[in-house]
Nanobody
Framework: QVQLVESGGGSVQAGDSLRLSCKAS????????YAWFRQAPGKEREFVAL????????FYADSVKGRFTISRDNPENTVYLQMNDLKPEDTAVYYC???????????????WGQGTQVTVAS
C-alpha cells in the first residue's frame, strides 16, 4: 500500500494560483497512474486530472482544462497540480490517488491521500 500526503492547499482570491503537492511513500511500481480528484461541500467527489507515472499522457476535466496542469517528479515520488486562475467553484477538498488504469473512474484507484482544502473567495 502506498501512502499519499497532499499539501499546498489554502485560502485565496479568485484569479490567484496554488500548487498542490502529493508525495508518495514509495514509488508505486505496479501502479502507473496518478490522479487528482476533488469534493466540494454537499457534492460528490469528482475527477480533476490524471497523468501516467511514465510518459507524458495527461487528461483533464473540462472544468479545469487550460487552467490546471498536472505534473510529476518521479525521483521524488511526487505529483503536482498547478492551479491557475482559480474560481470560487474550484473550492473543494482535493485528493490525490494512485491506480493502475488510465481512467477517470475513482473506483479504479487503490490508494488515496487525506485531502487538502482549497478555498477560493470571490
Amino acid at each position: 500500500q502506498v501512502q499519499l500526503v497532499e499539501s499546498g492547499g489554502g485560502s485565496v482570491q479568485a484569479g490567484d494560483s496554488l500548487r498542490l503537492s502529493c508525495k508518495a511513500s514509495q514509488r508505486p511500481f505496479s501502479r502507473s497512474v496518478y490522479a487528482w480528484f476533488r469534493q466540494a461541500p454537499g457534492k460528490e467527489r469528482e475527477f480533476v486530472a490524471l497523468i501516467r507515472a511514465r510518459g507524458t499522457s495527461e487528461f483533464y476535466a473540462d472544468s479545469v482544462k487550460g487552467r490546471f496542469t498536472i505534473s510529476r517528479d518521479n525521483p521524488e515520488n511526487t505529483v503536482y497540480l498547478q492551479m491557475n486562475d482559480l474560481k470560487p467553484e474550484d473550492t473543494a477538498v482535493y485528493y490525490c490517488a494512485v491506480g493502475s488504469e488510465y481512467t477517470t473512474n475513482q473506483q479504479s484507484y487503490d490508494d488515496w491521500g487525506q485531502g487538502t482544502q482549497v478555498t477560493v473567495a470571490s
